[in-house]
C-alpha cells in the first residue's frame, strides 16, 4: 500500500508539476508532502525528475498536534528535540540538499491557554530563527460565516479576533516581528560580514549590551554581532571582550579572561538551548536566563530532565548566523493591538 502512494505521487505530482510549468514557465510550482504534508521523507532516496529547473520549491506543515502527545507528557527540553529532529527527517533535509522548502502552515491556539501548543511555538521559533525559514501561520481569519454547521463560528488559531477588528494575540504579533526580515538572506548585502546573535525564542528578542555589566533582551534588529568560537566562547565582535558568568544568580558579564571555565559557552539538554558555562570558583554549572525585565543572568540549570511540569524557556537562547546590517530593516507587519476582544462563536452579533 504505502509503495502504491509512492508510485502515485511521482507519477501524478511530476505531471502536474509539468502542467503548471508548461501553462505559465515564470512561476514558482510548489509540491506538497504526504500524511497532511506533514512528510517529504520518501524525497530522501529518491527525488522528483522534471524537464524545468529552478522553479521548483517544498512545503511541509508543522503543528503542535503533529507530534501527538509529546508536547503535554515530555520534558520539554526532550520534546523539542525530538520533534526537531523529526521534521528534519520528514522535510529539512531538503534544503541540506540544495532544494527550496518553506513551511506552509504552522499555527496554534491563540489563546494562549493550550500548554502544548505554547511549548510547541516557542520550539518552532526556535528553528525559524536558527535555519532563517520561511513561513506562512493558519490562519488570518477570526472567524468563519458558517463552519461545521454553525454561524460565526470562531476561529482560535485565527491571527485577528472573531470580530476581524484587531490582533487575536498581541504578543505573537511581537514574537514573530525579528522574523519577518531574514536573518541570512536573499535580499541582503553581500557585503555584509555573518556574525552571531543571540535569539531568545521565548520572546522573539536578542541579547543586547547595554554596558559591561548589563545585558538585556531587545529588538534583533539593534542587536550586537557576536563570535561563537570553537572553544565555546561568545566574544563581542567590536570588543573582543567576552561573555562571562561570575556567580549564581548575578547578572551575566563582558570580560577579558576568555580562557577561563566561565567563559566557556556550550550547548546543553536535548533542545540545544541552554547556554551553559561553569563558574570558576566552585565549577558550579549556570545556564544564561532572561528576568522579567529583560535582564540577562546567570543561574542555575532548570528542566533539563524528566519533569514534563517544568518550564525552562526563560533560559532558551538560540545563537544563530545573522548577515543583517546593524540596525535592520523594520518588519513588514503591523497589526493592531488595542480594541475591544470577540464574544464567542455562538454568540449575536
Not at 137 to 148: D, F, K, M, N
Not at 176 to 202: A, D, E, M, R, T
Not at 240 to 248: I, T, Y
Request: with cysteine; aromatic share 12%.
Amino acid at each position: 500500500m504505502i509503495l502504491k502512494i509512492y508510485i502515485t505521487f511521482f507519477r501524478y505530482m511530476q505531471q502536474g508539476a509539468e502542467a503548471v510549468h508548461a501553462a505559465n514557465p515564470n512561476v514558482l510550482v510548489i509540491l506538497s508532502g504526504l500524511d497532511f504534508d506533514n512528510s517529504l521523507s520518501f524525497l530522501s532516496p529518491k527525488q522528483v525528475k522534471l524537464s524545468f529547473t529552478g522553479k521548483l520549491v517544498f512545503e511541509q506543515h508543522w503543528y503542535g498536534f503533529s507530534d501527538g502527545t509529546d508536547w503535554e507528557n515530555w520534558n520539554q527540553n526532550d520534546a523539542c528535540g525530538v520533534a526537531v529532529e523529526s521534521i528534519r527527517t520528514k522535510g529539512l533535509f531538503l534544503l541540506q540538499q540544495g532544494w527550496p522548502l518553506f513551511f506552509s502552515e504552522i499555527g496554534f491556539d491563540m489563546s494562549g491557554t493550550h500548554i502544548a501548543d505554547n511549548r510547541y511555538l516557542t520550539c518552532f521559533l526556535s528553528v525559524a530563527a536558527e535555519m532563517d525559514l520561511d513561513w506562512a501561520v493558519w490562519a488570518l481569519e477570526g472567524s468563519y460565516y458558517i463552519r461545521e454547521g454553525i454561524l460565526a463560528y470562531d476561529e482560535t488559531y485565527g491571527l485577528l479576533t472573531w470580530d476581524w477588528y484587531t490582533a487575536r494575540n498581541p504578543s505573537f504579533i511581537e514574537r514573530i516581528n525579528s522574523l519577518q526580515s531574514p536573518f541570512q538572506g536573499p535580499g541582503l548585502p553581500s557585503s555584509h560580514q555573518p556574525y552571531k546573535v543571540i535569539f531568545h525564542p521565548l520572546t522573539g528578542l536578542c541579547v543586547l549590551v547595554e554596558s559591561a555589566n548589563v545585558l538585556k533582551l531587545g529588538p534583533c534588529d539593534e542587536s550586537d554581532a557576536w563570535n561563537y568560537t570553537s572553544a565555546y566562547e561568545l566574544v563581542l565582535k567590536h570588543t573582543g571582550q567576552c561573555l562571562e558568568a561570575k556567580s549564581v544568580g548575578d547578572t551575566a558579564k563582558l570580560g577579558t579572561g576568555c580562557s577561563k571555565s566561565c567563559s566557556k559557552w556550550q550547548l546543553i539538554s536535548d533542545s540545544r538551548m541552554h547556554v551553559s558555562a561553569e563558574l570558576t570558583k566552585n565549577g558550579t554549572r549556570v545556564c544564561l536566563e532572561a528576568g522579567p525585565d529583560g535582564v540577562i543572568t546567570t543561574d542555575q540549570c532548570k528542566c533539563l530532565t524528566e519533569d514534563p511540569t517544568c518550564d525552562p524557556e526563560s533560559q532558551w537562547f538560540k545563537v544563530i548566523s545573522s548577515s543583517r546590517g546593524i540596525p535592520g530593516e523594520a518588519s513588514v507587519l503591523r497589526l493592531p493591538s488595542l480594541g475591544p476582544w470577540p464574544t464567542t462563536s455562538s454568540s449575536p452579533r
